[in-house]
Nanobody
């Protein structure tokens, strides 16, 4: 089992930045690919970014490419999502997830955190 806890969400003005963290416990995070997803009210949960367990290998949704950066510190069992140039349409609950390989769809991840709210005001 892997327990995931997100933090770092909050309220920010458009153009601002936030860094989300996802702390894992229970198993060594380096074994897993990690993904960030988000869900806005009334919408499906959508892929944001993902990173392979080993060094290198990332993927991003087109909507965040060039603005968001996913990274990981396996020694700290933590994954990060640096979000810059935030837009109101980035407002959502952000979830981190762990799975065996890097994929961009929800069903590819076995473990999920509870989510952290990100609100971007215009």
């Amino acid at each position: 089992q892997v327990q995931l806890v997100e933090s770092g969400g909050g309220l920010v003005q458009a153009g601002g930045s936030l860094r989300l963290s996802c702390a894992a416990s229970g198993r060594t995070l380096s074994r897993f690919a990690m993904g960030w997803f988000r869900q806005a009210p009334g919408k499906e949960r959508e892929f944001v970014a993902a990173i392979r367990g080993s060094a290198g290998g990332t993927a991003y949704a087109d909507s965040v490419k060039g603005r968001f950066t996913i990274s990981r510190d396996n020694a700290k069992n933590t994954v990060y999502l640096q979000m810059n140039s935030l837009k109101p349409e980035d407002t959502a609950v952000y979830y981190c997830a762990a799975g065996p390989i890097l994929v961009v769809y929800r069903n590819g991840y076995d473990y999920w955190g509870q989510g952290t709210q990100v609100t971007v005001s215009s």
